[in-house]
């Protein structure tokens, strides 16, 4: 069973920058890290979760959405079978719940709807003020 644990968030001003952290586990000698696609998404109450940043592990590809391109950057850590999301230039409309995400599959280079997503971390809260 793949375990998703996030941290890194917290409350910063406009403009400033905060990096999240999802350190993945329970991958077998099967289901290596590096077989999945990790995605970032983010969710305000009442709204329907985003799809923001994915990665596919095993060639580091990555995708963004309009909203956050330039301004975010999703990597990796292999060895350590670590996600990261570096934020900058933070907006206040960036405010939300974040969470990782992780399927068993290729995501060259495309967002993933939240629903193709099977295993879930529990979300780590950025609130940005003007």
């Known amino acids: 069973q793949v375990r998703l644990l996030e941290s890194g968030g917290g409350s910063v001003q406009a403009g400033g920058s905060l990096r999240l952290s999802c350190a993945a586990s329970g991958y077998t000698y099967r289901t290596t890290y590096r077989t999945f696609c990790m995605g970032w998404f983010r969710q305000v109450p009442g709204q329907e979760r985003e799809e923001i940043a994915t990665?596919?592990?095993?060639?580091?590809?990555?995708a963004y959405a309009d909203s956050v391109m330039g301004r975010f950057t999703i990597s990796q850590d292999r060895d350590q079978n670590t996600l990261y999301l570096q934020m900058d230039t933070l907006k206040p409309e960036d405010t939300a719940m974040y969470y990782c995400a992780a399927v068993r599959q290729t995501c060259s280079g495309a967002l993933w709807h939240w629903s193709s997503f099977p295993y879930w971390g529990q979300g780590t809260q950025v609130t940005v003020s003007s």
């Open positions: 990665l596919y592990a095993g060639t580091g590809t990555t």
